[in-house]
């Protein structure tokens, strides 16, 4: 059975990103990427983000040490009409970001939120 086609499984709701401190990754996803709250619980010390698509952002409290390995992390990719621009608010914005690399395809580049999770932006070349 096709579990998609069954209706069982309805695409992705969420994507969680784990964090030290839910309130300061709050702020910061809130103040230099503009995602705004769509749930926020304190006492289970996560919020979920508006994304302005289908899929939202999960930033979830844990008390274990955060420990990003980038070469095998999972992580969100957001979709950008000019990644050139993007980049260059980013570092206005004084968030870490990687060099923008361009193949095929693509023009892309990562950034990084204040626990070093790895986010990335992409735009289509064409």
Known sequence: MNLYESGLLK?????????????????????????????????????VL?????????????EKKINVEEDTAAYPI???????ALHEELKKLKVRTSEIIKDDHVTWFKFYDPDGNVLEACQPNG
């Open 11 to 47: 695409g992705i709701d969420t994507v969680i990103i784990r964090v030290s401190n839910y309130e300061n990754s709050k702020n910061w996803y809130e103040e230099k990427l503009g995602l705004s709250p769509i749930w926020d619980d304190p006492a289970m010390k996560l919020v």
């Open 50 to 62: 508006d994304t302005k698509s289908p899929v939202s952002i999960t930033l979830w409290q844990t």
């Open 78 to 84: 957001f979709r950008t009409g000019n990644a050139h």
